[in-house]
């Protein structure tokens, strides 16, 4: 494991997934990962959309797609990381500045979110247990985050 400060250990009803975070891209969206990790906001969390060949949305505790955290919206660290399999983005509304605390996993490449949307990690370890996970908008009986935690704390 690279840095455990910057690893992201995400337990799915999958199965475990590990994230690679990285603040040299998207520093503030790397620090709201870690915060919401630690203060356990995902855990349970379920991913609400999933598109098969494209992504799984979750961080939603709603479910609903528009539901967040308590925090302040984050300012867009856009960059041009591209979207490919195993890459890990900020989901937002139409406003550039609304991500606060849903992501996506890509599926496959989404090139055309290029520059458009926040990367901030990519899935080193896991990418078969994101592939599992089951397809819906909205998904019935969703595949849940069952815990979500910075890899430095869960030793």
Known sequence: MADPENTIIMETTKGRVVIELRPDLAPGHVERIKTLSRQGFYD???FHRVID???????????????????PDLK???N?????RGVCSMARTNQPHSANSQFFIC???ARFLDKQYTVWGKVTEGMENVDKI???EPVRDPDRIVSMKVAADAA
Request: hydrophobic share 30%; glycine share 20%; no cysteine.
């Open 44 to 46: 349970n969390v379920p």
């Open 53 to 71: 060949g494209f992504m799984a949305q979750t961080g939603d505790p709603t479910g609903t797609g528009t539901g967040g955290s308590d925090l």
């Open 76 to 78: 867009a660290e856009f």
């Open 80 to 84: 041009a990381e591209p979207h490919v």
């Open 107 to 109: 599926f496959d490449d």
């Open 134 to 136: 089951k397809r819906g």
